[in-house]
């Protein structure tokens, strides 16, 4: 009898871990981005937020007749950008970097981040 008891818990411990799954893959999704499409974008950082489950950049672009559209783009987590050598200090205000998006198929000035051009940065005298 507490043979099927046993069983019994290690089939609901291993139901409820791939039900605890099936969220975490579905708020991954892509699906918003026109991922066939690469947008470059240069601009100056408006804001860099460094957070879960996504980080973010808000990106100021000259556009069109030189007025500045903003953009917004979406990053992995604070924690896979930190195994990737980012901090939260990474991008500063007003630094001017190029970026290669994935945009969003809606036509909304978003996407998210394909490729990564680092500021140029001097470095201060030791």
Not at 45 to 58: A, E, G, L, M
Not at 110 to 119: I, K, Q, R, T
């Amino acid at each position: 009898m507490l043979h099927r008891q046993s069983i019994a818990l290690l089939a609901a411990i291993g139901l409820s871990g791939l039900m605890g799954t099936t969220p975490a893959m579905a708020h991954h999704s892509l699906a918003m981005f026109d991922m066939s499409k690469s947008v470059r974008l240069e601009g100056s950082i408006k804001r860099f937020d460094w957070t879960n489950p996504h980080s973010w950049i808000f990106l100021d672009v000259v556009g069109p007749g030189a007025t500045t559209e903003q953009w917004t783009i979406e990053l992995p987590s604070a924690g896979v950008l930190a195994r990737d050598g980012w901090s939260k200090d990474y991008l500063r205000t007003g630094e001017r970097v190029v970026l290669h998006v994935n945009p969003l198929k809606d036509g909304r000035r978003g996407g998210s981040l394909e490729s990564f051009v680092p500021p140029s940065r001097r470095q201060s005298a030791p």
